[in-house]
């Protein structure tokens, strides 16, 4: 055995391991002092450079955020108590052979505001902008400001402009309900924003802006959206809210949890619960959920 072709190749296996190893601790000895001080100064550089452009950018996003979040096992999983009514391709769909092309008729999202409060939901996150009137039924926009007066535990979007825009801006800050001054002399201080048209949804107005990294990518969200002088209601506030959640001690900045590993967020189209077409374990997800009224169709918006 001690001469097969297995033994031999066991044998020089061995021995380029010794040999290796030797190598190894030979030059070791010799660039120990070297190396160490080598890894060192590399280090150093680099936690500089991390530094300086922490310094110079620091709204940039770091590297391990991504990682963690595209590496890690699991996650949370996604509340139950959260439902998402789509306005998605399956609605326009649904719809259009009565409704036509998008936009609709205001008075079929008053409808749809009626339903939700029908099905049980605890508060609606309306995630659309009703900024102008409909020239061509202005039936349908006294229904939808009814409609909107009514159903108390909602949360209307406003859209925050370019503060370069606010000495152009005849709106006052202290006229949006809800905001809080950081001096009382700002009172005087004007705002450039998109308001909804109707004025049964002002009390209840939530800013719907994001604010992505400096890569263009949203990572956090600000439940209260804080500018130098004064603060407003972000979209999730007010809606939590009006349905009488004690969020003070919740951080004003929340890391979003991207790429959920545990499903996704319970979602319904819009047209389904128009069309009452609901399975009973739909109809029954609407019973004290927070309801996010979306736009995702191609072209709608966010």
Known sequence: IYSSPLYNMIQRGMDFKS???TMV????????????????????VYASYLFIMHTLTPDMP?????????????????SRD???????????????????RWPWSRDVLADGLQ???????????????????????????????MTAQMSRPTAFPLIRLN???????????????GVQLKEKQHADTTISVILPMFGSMHDRLGVANQ?????????????????AKFILHSMVQRTAELAAVDITKVPNLISLNWRNKQGRYNR?????????????????AFKGAFVVLSLSAPGLGQ
């Open 19 to 21: 040999f290796s190893m």
């Open 115 to 145: 339903k939700l409060n029908g099905l049980g939901a605890r508060a609606v996150l309306f995630g659309v902008l009703l900024s102008d009137p409909d020239k061509t039924n202005a039936d349908a926009d006294a229904v939808m400001n």
């Open 268 to 284: 319904i189209s819009f047209g389904d619960m128009y069309l009452d077409q609901l399975k009973p374990e739909q109809a029954q």
């Open 82 to 100: 959260i439902l998402i009514v789509d306005i998605d391709e399956r609605t326009l769909a649904l719809l259009s052979d009565k409704q036509g």
């Open 62 to 78: 770091t590297a391990s955020h991504d990682a963690i979040l595209k590496t890690r096992f699991s996650s949370p999983k996604p």
């Open 25 to 44: 601790a030979h030059y070791s000895r010799r660039l120990g002092a070297r190396m160490i001080l080598t890894v060192g100064v590399l280090a150093t």
């Open 211 to 227: 604010k992505p990294d400096a890569d263009g990518i949203v990572r956090k969200y600000p439940l209260r959206w804080e500018e």
């Open 163 to 177: 503060p370069k825009n606010d000495a152009q801006s005849q709106l006052k800050v202290i006229q949006i309900p």
